[in-house]
């Protein structure tokens, strides 16, 4: 049976209604939402209170350490899952929300983020870009694939960032350089035909 209250709620917080998915996060007791939407609300205080009722949970306990990251503040370093997990989730919501100062203490950690998931770089690039934040996105980019230099996710959004700044022909060199190394990769593909379509 589909739980009414938790789906509204879902509703309310993706249309940034936070003060009302809040409430309804409340009667659930999911404590991971409730401090997100508290922490959206700029009420720091709350998150942590709620996050601390679950520290076993992953999510709760990364919403922790996103406390100590956006106040620059040294905190543990997250695990390789965590990061995977939250990292783009929380990256895309300061940016979404304009929290903009957060936002850049929170990309300020990347070191320490590196450290639990040396893929985050590619994260952090990848919430850039969808924001609109394409030269930005672009050094994350080339600081993933100075490690990971056949990654081709991390080349796409690169190549997809040239698109949008009109580099055409880094582009393409990027996308050419993702099917040389995996002919059938889908989206590189895709892209390539969006690029000869629009070129």
Known sequence: MINTSNSIAKQLFYEKNYSQALKLFKKENNYFAIGLC????????DALKYWNLNKNCPACN???????YINLKETNI???????????LFLNLF????????AQNFINCYQTFYKGNPESYKFIARALFANGYCELSKTFCKKSLDIFYADPEAMLILAQNYFILKDIRHSK??????????????????FKDIIEKNT
């Open 173 to 190: 060199y990027y996308v050419d350089k993702i099917i040389q190394i995996t002919p059938n990769y889908y989206p590189a593909l895709l």
């Open 95 to 102: 940016l979404e929300n304009k929290l903009m100062e957060w």
């Open 62 to 68: 990364f919403g922790i350490y996103t406390l100590d």
């Open 38 to 45: 508290s922490l959206l609300l700029k009420n720091e205080k």
């Open 78 to 88: 997250p695990t390789f899952f965590q990061t995977r997990a939250f990292l783009e």
